[in-house]
């Protein structure tokens, strides 16, 4: 989630949201524990056809995160973006969809690490 785009224009939502998440370290000792072990593990890439909305829907859609509706259904924004956070944000949002800065925003935050990363375990 750090290296996700909307880190540039709410940093602090977005340290709350990774805060609460786990890490594969994490997860890979409580599965351990419980006599589970990773096999593999896979980038996911989120792309323009998706149709849920949550925290990385708009990875190629932007101007969702502009909806308030669309926002009211992510809990990142529910839980941990103050109004300050969203004013200021979402006005810059607003402004690089405009010029167009968004395109070079979002390219800077591309990465070969996926959005997500499907995790494959077997009881051992």
């Known amino acids: 989630m750090r290296y996700y785009w909307l880190d540039h224009y709410f940093p602090i939502m977005l340290e709350r949201s990774c805060d609460q998440m786990p890490g594969l370290e994490t997860v890979e000792s409580a599965l351990n524990k419980a006599g589970i072990f990773i096999e593999a593990t896979e980038p996911f890439f989120i ?55 968004i395109k070079a925003i979002i390219e800077k935050y591309e990465n070969e690490n996926g959005d997500y990363l499907f995790v494959s375990a077997r009881v051992h």
């Open 47 to 101: 792309t323009a056809e998706l149709q849920d909305f949550f925290l990385y829907s708009g990875k190629q859609r932007p101007e969702m995160y502009l909806s308030s509706s669309v926002r009211r259904g992510i809990s990142s924004f529910h839980n941990y973006c103050s109004e300050t956070e969203l004013r200021s944000g979402l006005s810059k949002l607003r402004g690089d969809i405009e010029t167009g800065a």
